[in-house]
């Protein structure tokens, strides 16, 4: 629908516009739209919220395998050849990519650029698909780094070259980076957290021990943070300690995090996106 009618029990708490809402003043109305027939209504709630609180973004997806930020753009996965976006308050198709018989599979995790470009992987091959987002996301290179279930870990660079950084003894779960430090999650029954300096990858030191199988890990500002499939924490590692970040979700996978410490969680099995306030 490009103009539904959408009425505000109360227009001072919030009002609808361009297809989006926005928030006025704290306060609670109920949104109600009538179609051919049809009624919905949704409850909206307007208020602060402290550092650290967590908010349902999205639900009612097919399951999310993975979430990324272009910006304070978001970028969600949801396990079919089509990515979609955020953006401006909604939920908008933003690429896909070709899948191949006889599985067909999806995508699953992503991975930006700063630049916009994206990197997906697919679940029916073994390979990923880089998009240029100055070619409007059609295939192309860019700096990637990958790491393999024999734990190896490789940069491809632009012009399709692949230089084995390290082997970290086992299956790379997730990586990530920070500045010049590359870090990993590896391991299948027990977890090791792995870093390595980009100019020295050799150098493979373990940090602490995490107690907990991580799903996926995020770098940023010094500080790492993991998700947990099984018991559904969001941790944090700063100064050799981890700390709980969040609680309370539901089979989260994939972390992404905005430009201003907003930190998103993919949530696979009920097909939603949390979001945890700096």
């Known amino acids: 629908m490009d103009s539904p009618d959408v009425l505000l029990d109360d227009g001072n708490v919030a009002h609808y516009r361009g297809g989006v809402v926005h928030a006025k003043c704290d306060g609670t109305t109920t949104l109600r739209l009538h179609h051919d027939g049809l009624f919905c209504s949704a409850t909206l709630e307007v208020s602060a919220h402290p550092s650290g609180s967590v908010s349902q973004v999205l639900t009612g997806l097919p399951p999310v395998a993975g979430v990324a ?25 933003l690429t896909s990519v070709p899948l191949q018989p006889p599985t067909f599979g999806g995508t699953d995790t992503i991975a930006t650029a700063p630049n916009g470009d994206l990197a997906v992987r697919v679940t029916d091959r073994s390979g990923v ?37 390290t082997d970290v003894g086992g299956h790379v779960v997730a990586l990530t980076a920070d ?29 602490v021990d995490p107690g907990t199988l991580p799903t996926d890990i995020l770098a940023a500002d010094g500080v790492l943070f993991l998700t947990n499939f099984q018991d559904g924490r969001v941790l944090a590692l700063r100064d050799s300690t981890l700390h709980e970040v969040a609680t309370g979700l539901s089979n989260p996978t994939s972390l992404a995090r905005t430009s201003d410490g907003t930190l998103y969680v993919a949530q696979l099995e009920p097909g939603a996106v949390a979001r945890i306030l700096p």
């Open 69 to 93: 930020c272009i910006g304070d753009e978001l970028v969600i996965s949801t396990r079919r050849s089509a990515l979609y976006s955020v953006k401006d308050g909604k939920y908008v198709l």
């Open 129 to 165: 698909f880089v998009l240029r987002a100055d070619h409007q996301y059609s295939r192309s290179r860019l700096n990637l780094l990958v790491g393999t279930n024999t734990g190896a870990i490789w940069q491809i660079n632009d012009d399709g070259d692949q230089t084995k950084l």
């Open 179 to 207: 500045d010049e430090t590359v870090y990993a999650a590896v391991g299948t029954t027990s977890r090791r957290l792995l870093r390595f300096p980009m100019a020295t990858p050799q150098q493979l030191e373990d940090l």
